[in-house]
């Protein structure tokens, strides 16, 4: 009799309440860890940019750091396991003891039973919904996601002697996060003091710059960018991260030296060829709505075009970046008759033993045409992370039966380096089939 080894406790829940608005306070009490209240005088961290995995708008993952578990995120239907946020922070000197982060259940909501946390580019591992979870350091970037949740669809497939376990998000199905803390003590949380929301003109081209993802790449050819905010706004600092963070940081030219022009009040800042966030004081504060930022000198990559993977701007202790008003991130039409939409917006997951490890392989791919694959390595009921990609997807073609998808981004494999990453993907009503890091993902048991 064949026997295969679960690494989770699979839970079924009942649902309870009303449909879920996102950013509404849930009508029914969430299972969740207790609210902690943020002092008015407590000790403040600045946040930068936040996004979360399944967005609908650029500056929905803010309300994750605001103090307050009145607002929340929540994710697309069909995407709560592998879906995320992740957020940079300025850097400070203030050290944090402890994070906690507070999940939201109710009406289509899934409960949430454990999670991973990434802290500073460094995996710190998989804990229960309701733990606080030890640091003692300075956080400038971390990334919370779901591992595991209830309502998971499973199967066994056996291919011979080998059984895969076949794990899925069922379709309706999402999940919400309404608040992350940083404690400074116990009990004790930091004030985050999350962006200012400054509306602006901006062109679409732009977008890539100030949607609070490093793994979006402007791209430039005439080496400048343009925008006007409605209203004036200042600039003391810069905090940018030049060149391609999504993959080889190498491949396009970086700014060495740019000016920054405000209502025709300019100044220009010197910029290290570094890779990761940079933050650099304006010889004195310049202020108004008209702004050009403009690449003067270059660090020479293996292409000439020149890559910013990400910029905003300082006043005192808050940050802003032009934002536009009601702009929703763009949806891919997909032919809902196709077999490709059968599967947008859902997370699948595969687990077997090869050799002496046993290693699950996760797949999600979403409507605003973006796609994330990992591999995790199962240890107990801790699954820790071996490699991630993401980026952007193309379908080549789509039709009841088949499809054929090229998937192009960068791969990251934890341990410092990151490479561009490709991989042609086959869909079938089977599940996934791919060309090089990875074999199958079924999506059925036979």
Not at 169 to 198: C, H, M, R
Request: net charge neutral.
């Amino acid at each position: 009799m064949r026997i295969y080894l679960l690494f989770f406790l699979v839970l079924f829940l009942t649902n309870c309440g009303k449909d879920n608005t996102a950013n509404q306070k849930p009508p029914t009490k969430p299972i969740s860890t207790p609210e902690k209240v943020v002092e008015e005088n407590a000790k403040t961290i600045t946040l930068l940019d936040a996004h979360t995995s399944s967005p609908s708008t650029f500056n929905e993952g803010y309300v994750l750091f605001d103090n307050s578990t009145n607002s929340m995120w929540a994710s697309k239907p069909g995407t709560y396991q592998g879906e995320y946020v992740a957020a940079d922070f300025l850097p400070s000197s203030n050290i944090v003891k402890s994070i906690g982060v507070k999940f939201e259940q109710f009406g289509n909501m899934v409960r949430t039973f454990r999670y991973r946390l990434t802290v500073n580019g460094r995996f710190l591992g998989e804990y229960k919904y309701n733990e606080v979870v030890p640091f003692n350091d300075i956080v400038e970037s971390l990334k919370v996601q779901i591992s595991y949740a209830a309502e998971m669809g499973d199967a066994i497939r056996y291919e011979g002697q080998k059984s895969i376990r076949v794990n899925y998000t069922q379709a309706g199905k999402n999940a919400g996060i309404s608040e992350v803390w940083l404690f400074e003590d116990v009990d004790k949380p930091y004030k985050i003091i999350t962006p200012q929301k400054s509306f602006a003109k901006v062109d679409n081209d732009l977008l890539s710059v100030f949607d609070n993802k490093k793994e979006t790449v402007w791209i430039g050819k005439n080496e400048k960018l343009t925008f006007s905010t409605l209203e004036p706004n200042s600039v003391e600092k810069i905090a940018i991260h030049s060149g391609n963070m999504l993959s080889d940081f190498g491949k396009y030219s970086r700014p060495k030296r740019i000016s920054i022009s405000v209502d025709g009040n300019s100044q220009e800042v010197d910029i290290q060829d570094v890779r990761g966030l940079q933050v650099i004081s304006l010889r004195e504060s310049i202020s108004g709505k008209d702004y050009t930022i403009e690449v003067l000198e270059t660090y020479a990559g293996t292409k000439k075009e020149v890559a910013i993977s990400g910029l905003s701007f300082l006043n005192g202790e808050q940050s802003w970046k032009p934002t536009i008003s009601n702009y929703k991130l763009p949806v891919s039409e997909i032919d809902k008759t196709t077999i490709f939409s059968q599967f947008v917006n859902g997370h699948y997951a595969n687990t077997w033993k090869p050799e002496d490890k046993t290693l699950t392989t996760a797949i999600a791919f979403r409507s605003n045409g973006t796609f994330d694959l990992e591999q995790y390595q199962e240890v107990g009921q801790q699954s820790v992370p071996q490699w991630n990609a993401k980026g952007t997807y193309k379908i080549i073609s789509n039709t009841d039966k088949k499809a054929k998808l090229q998937l192009t981004g960068g791969m990251d494999d934890l341990e410092g380096r990151v490479s561009d990453f490709s991989e042609t993907v086959t869909i079938t009503p089977d599940g996934f089939k791919g060309t090089k890091h990875f074999e199958n993902i079924y999506v059925r048991s036979n």
